[in-house]
């Protein structure tokens, strides 16, 4: 069965303290991993889309890297507007183009 | 590109009516479109998948009479969720698949509250 796990639940920062966020996978055939932003009350914002072993994506203080069990989003010297719910989702081999979320990660930055 | 909307943003109903939520895909045409809901502090879960002209694809457990699901063009589905309860307050949320591509764009999300 497809499965999607993300650490830690949830992370605070002090401003420009950099860290990574964690995202497990097991899953039949990645077609494909994906990291979203979620702000309170929002829909998932589009960040990254990972699909291969080796690839890695940046974004600003984002980048995020793919190895065939896990994806790590690195945040580098986080900003308080960098604060948001970073959600991971893959998308297995099989005939639909169903994604599968992680529950996310919660990042709170303090000024 | 690639922007989804929803409408309404925010709707209230009593108990026993039916609401429409509509998901457009505004810069593209999307061959799939999704339905999620969400509820306080957990992830989507994911409600149906619909393609154009044809029914849309039911996640188990999910009332397919209950929660409607039409998508009438490439830009546009709609969900109706009939007979509301209190219980169907939720924050639903559309996502859009554009060809060619395996990223699902998301709409902004319609929270409802059923009184």
């Known amino acids: 069965e497809d499965q999607v796990t993300q650490s830690p639940e949830a992370l605070r920062l002090q401003e420009g303290e950099s860290s990574s966020l964690n995202c497990s996978y097991t899953v039949s055939g990645l077609r494909g991993l994906f990291w979203y932003r979620q702000d309170p009350g929002k829909g998932p914002e589009f960040l990254f889309t990972?699909?291969?072993a080796g690839e890695e994506k940046e974004k600003e203080r984002l980048k995020a890297t793919l190895t065939k069990k896990e994806s790590f989003l690195h945040i580098t010297a986080p900003k308080p507007e960098d604060s948001a719910t970073y959600l991971c989702?893959?998308?297995?081999?099989?005939?639909?183009?169903?994604?599968?979320f992680g529950t996310g990660t919660l990042l709170a930055v303090q000024p | 590109g690639a922007v989804v909307s929803q409408h309404p943003s925010r709707v209230i109903c009593k108990s026993g009516t039916s609401v429409k939520i509509e998901c457009r895909s505004l810069?593209?045409?999307?061959?799939?479109m999704f339905w999620y809901r969400q509820f306080p502090k957990q992830s989507l879960m994911l409600m149906a998948t619909?393609?154009?002209?044809?029914?849309?694809?039911?996640e188990q457990g999910v009332e397919k009479d209950k929660f409607l699901i039409n998508h009438a063009s490439l830009t546009l589905s709609t969900l109706t969720v009939t007979s509301a309860h209190p219980e169907d307050s939720s924050f639903y949320i559309c996502s859009a698949h554009r060809g060619g591509e395996e990223t699902q764009y998301f709409g902004p999300g319609t929270r409802l509250l059923v009184l």
């Open positions: 990972l699909y291969s």
């Open positions: 989702a893959v998308q297995g081999g099989g005939a639909t183009n169903k994604l599968i």
């Open positions: 810069d593209f045409q999307a061959t799939t």
């Open positions: 619909s393609n154009e002209g044809s029914k849309a694809t039911y």
